[in-house]
């Protein structure tokens, strides 16, 4: 079995064993085999949108010689059973195509499907809806691969409706006990700062401004406080 990388073995650590698995736009299908290879979980499926990175999944899966996993040519969970999707994985994909597929699979608001989602752009429209919608992310750690820092989020269906402040629409609940998390919250902080720089003495702007620079400051402290300043 060939080792995943840093991103997805966080992802795959979110996790819970014993429970079936089903990881959403699968692609390579790397995950696939590590769930299924492990003996830890239940059924193991994979989707994706696209045929093309189907039978790329199915190419890898044949390599490591890992058979007991089923392939699912379809749009997000369409046509997955919710027996097969304790764990809901979906990863790698813009915050609003994970919040749409999220919308278009009524089951994942039973309340007892754990969903890990790393969204590759968009975080903070993923938090806001998921918020709005009554999900709570219960984890969320930032990992680094090939140059780009994730947030990975294991969120749960509870119906509590929430709205989320500016800075944890940034940031969500990431605390700054581990490096990748500090430095995700230091890019957020040069975001909101150079947000609040570029709109200076921008007409209608200010409103805008004033926010992205309380955000900033906000983001500033949390640095600070982490840093022992
Ligand atoms: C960049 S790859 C990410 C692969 C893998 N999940 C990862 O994180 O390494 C995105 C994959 O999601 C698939 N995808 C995009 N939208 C999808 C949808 N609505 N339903 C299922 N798969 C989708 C794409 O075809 C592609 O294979």
């Known amino acids: 079995m060939r080792q995943l990388s840093q991103r997805l073995t966080l992802l795959a650590s979110f996790a819970v064993e014993g429970k079936s698995v089903c990881d959403v736009g699968t692609d390579h299908g790397y995950l696939l085999a590590h769930f299924a290879l492990s003996g830890k979980y239940g059924l193991v499926t994979g989707t994706d949108i696209n045929e093309k990175p189907l039978k790329n999944a199915q190419k890898n ?6 058979g007991n996993v089923k392939l699912v040519f379809c749009d997000g969970l369409s046509a997955v059973a919710r027996e097969a999707a304790d764990n809901v994985i979906i990863a790698g994909m813009g915050g ?8 278009r ?6 309340g007892s499907v754990r969903l890990i989602l790393q969204p590759t752009t968009a975080a903070f429209y993923l938090r806001e809806y998921l918020a709005q919608n009554g999900f709570l992310v219960e984890r969320e750690e930032a990992v680094e691969e090939n140059r780009k820092l994730y ?10 409706k929430r709205t989320l402040s500016d800075t944890e629409k ?4 990431l605390d700054t006990g581990k490096k990748d998390n500090i430095r995700y919250i230091e890019k957020q902080y040069n975001i909101c700062q150079k947000c609040a720089d570029d709109l200076i003495n921008v007409d209608g702007k200010e409103e805008e401004r004033n926010r992205a ?7 500033k402290a949390i640095l600070e406080e982490a840093d022992g300043t």
Do not use: N, W
Not at 170 to 173: D, E
């Open 61 to 66: 899966l044949e390599k490591l010689g890992v």
């Open 96 to 103: 609003e195509v994970i919040a749409g597929i999220i919308e």
């Open 105 to 110: 699979t009524p089951f994942l608001k039973d």
């Open 151 to 160: 947030s990975v989020m294991a969120v749960s269906f509870t119906g509590e």
């Open 170 to 173: 940034r940031i969500g609940i």
């Open 213 to 219: 620079l309380a955000t900033a400051i906000k983001l």
